[in-house]
């Protein structure tokens, strides 16, 4: 059982890096601790900049800070960074194409009976609305881990989403393929492909073991790259089968699903179905019980699979 | 006629407050303490809201900014009969409950959703404005915390307050002096808050001790009395107030207490009640 969530892969790449590239600055908005970068500001104090709760100076400020040359990662709650700071991320980010990340913490459901209002079920659809804004969801530490470096290596902005609790690998240390924008195909099946961004690709994955054992043969694609979607995996990876599952935590409107279905439809026009979250506010509970209770898991997954063939 | 002893039932809707956190494992608790008496001074003693005044166009109106705070808010809505307590504290942040972490206006009582910290006082300011249009005298009052000064939208909320002379609107800042991180003056300071407010045209009042039920009171008879322009009522307040497990410490911003800790606690609200009964 993995003990590391995704927001502590982050920082333990930004520490290392940042021994070495003075340009590197963390800027958090009273999140340090829920964004797990409290050692950073304690081992980089002049690289640390703390806004308060203030996530629009946040994100301003990182983009003046990327305009001098420095290397910024913004790290704030995904629903007050997403929504509360969205211009800021649309001008002063991607319009004027400042070298900023965002980071998402605690993205989607992860803060489970606190609400809607903590919520970020839109960040998706709002973020890759946004010209020269790309959006990632990384599956587990590993791949967040080779994310964060890659993102390391490019000047353009970004958005990325984690979770709050740690999640079940999907690769390992030794074995996590990555190139930038290229999604992985994790199994290749025949019978129906199953597309799962962030932290539904585990589920994804175990779905298509339970497929399996019923004589059902699935793909599943990890699309960590939302946008730019690598069409390219994705087509290969639907030709031939029969239908298309999206899984992901968010709306059911603008996020993977409304991308995955618009490519295929004018690509390769199949049966796409949406497993997402609800139009509404989610029932209260822990994300593990609000997951179970949408079917976001891997029988629910494996069931909706089995409906389709 | 009795009077009801406010400050000694100050510490018996902590235990509820506590009670709800050690069920829903989980609760801002530290907050929850420092706003008790700002919360029971505006529901017991200022504000014209009842159950059954609840949908009256001329009751005064109330926002929790400071959403995080929901616990003490069902302890206060529960003691003025809006709420079950027992049913709150059963169900608090559990499945399919709906009694979530934060104010949600599907329970009585309850105007405006709130959380996202930085909304309350911009809301406010437009109950108000309708107040004044409408030609009614009904008050609206907001808690923030100090932390939450930090969203702009609160200085574009005092800008228009003052603005609209809305001296209908009472906003009330629950000064504790911490925020998650840590200090408010480390994070992201205030210096003289009262100067500030005032240099954006409110009227503003220094509550010396925000625990204190009588104080807050005579703030906000005060702040009637004011015309012309908005009242702002900045009071001390002591997070985690009422046992000094976790008085004054940034980390019991969230938290559940340990048994232990859950034993001492209600042990010091118990001493603090018996002080308050005898004082
Ligand atoms: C817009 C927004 N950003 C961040 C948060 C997360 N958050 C919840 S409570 C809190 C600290 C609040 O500190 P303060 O306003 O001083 O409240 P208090 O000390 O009374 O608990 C933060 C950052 C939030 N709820 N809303
Ligand atoms: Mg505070």
Request: proline content about 4%; overall charge negative; some cysteine.
């Amino acid at each position: 059982m993995n003990k590391i969530p995704n927001r502590q892969a982050i920082c333990n790449v930004l520490l290392e890096k940042a021994k070495e590239d003075k340009d590197i600055m963390v800027l958090c908005s009273d999140s340090r601790g829920s964004a797990s970068l409290a050692p950073f500001a304690e081992a980089f104090p002049d690289q640390f900049v703390e806004t308060g709760i203030a996530e629009q100076n946040l994100v301003s400020i990182s983009a003046g800070l990327a305009k001098c040359g420095k290397k910024p990662f913004a790290a704030s709650p995904a629903c007050f960074l997403s929504t509360r700071s969205y211009e800021q991320a649309k001008i002063d980010v991607a319009y004027s194409n400042t070298n900023v990340t965002l980071i998402g913490i605690s993205g989607g459901i992860s803060y489970g009976a606190l609400g809607m209002s903590h919520h970020s079920a839109q960040d998706i659809a709002a973020m890759s609305a946004i010209p020269n804004m790309r959006v990632y969801l990384p599956s587990d530490r590993h791949q967040t881990k080779c994310l964060i470096e890659a993102l390391l290596q490019d000047e353009k902005p970004a958005y990325v989403r984690v979770g709050r609790n740690p999640v079940e690998d999907v690769y390992s240390e030794e074995n996590c393929p990555f190139q930038m924008d290229k999604a992985n195909i994790l199994t290749e099946g025949k019978d129906i492909a199953i597309v799962a961004c962030g932290e539904m690709v585990r589920p994804a994955l175990d779905a298509a073991k339970i497929l399996e054992e019923k004589g059902v043969h699935a793909t599943v694609v990890d699309m960590y790259c939302v946008k730019p979607l690598d069409t390219e995996t994705l087509l290969k990876a639907v030709e031939g089968v029969s239908a298309v599952i999206t899984v992901e935590e968010h709306a059911p409107f603008g996020g993977l699903g409304s991308m995955v279905s618009q490519v295929v439809g004018a690509k390769c026009p199949k049966e796409v179905i949406n497993m997402a979250l609800p139009d509404a506010p989610v029932i209260t509970g822990t994300s593990r019980e609000v997951f179970d209770y949408y079917g976001l898991n891997a029988e629910g997954i494996a069931a909706k699979a089995m409906e389709l063939m | 006629m009795i009077m009801e002893n406010l400050k000694a039932k100050a510490f018996d809707l902590r235990k509820d407050v506590v009670n709800m956190i050690m069920e829903g494992k989980g609760g801002h608790i530290g907050g929850d303490m420092s706003v008790m008496e700002i919360l029971m001074s505006l529901y017991f003693c200022q504000m014209n809201v009842t159950p059954e005044n609840q949908d009256s166009p001329d009751r005064d109106r109330f926002v929790l900014s400071k959403g995080h705070s929901v616990e003490a808010y069902y302890a206060v809505l529960a003691a003025k009969g809006f709420l079950d307590i027992q049913d709150v504290i059963k169900k608090f942040s559990k499945f399919g409950s709906s009694y979530i972490g934060h104010p949600n206006n599907k329970l009585p009582g309850i105007e405006m959703n709130s959380g996202s910290l930085g909304h309350g006082l911009p809301v406010c300011v437009g109950m108000a404005l309708a107040g004044k249009k409408d030609h009614r005298d009904y008050r609206v009052y907001t808690v923030m915390g100090d932390g939450e000064l930090a969203e702009g939208s609160v200085w574009e909320g005092f800008m228009a307050g003052h603005q609209y002379k809305l001296d209908n609107l009472c906003a009330v800042i629950d000064r504790n002096r911490l925020q998650i991180s840590g200090n408010t003056e480390d994070v992201m300071g205030h210096d003289d808050l009262g100067e500030r407010i005032r240099s954006f045209g409110w009227h503003v009042i220094e509550v010396k001790n925000g625990n204190d039920i009588d104080a807050l009171n005579k703030a906000f008879e005060e702040a009637k009395t004011v015309k012309g322009q908005p009242t702002a009522i900045i009071a001390d307040t002591t997070k985690g107030y009422g046992s000094a497990v976790m008085e004054n410490k940034a980390n019991w911003h969230h938290k559940v207490p340990t048994q232990e800790e859950y034993q001492q606690i209600m042990a010091d609200f118990e001493a603090r009640k018996e002080a308050a009964l005898n004082e």
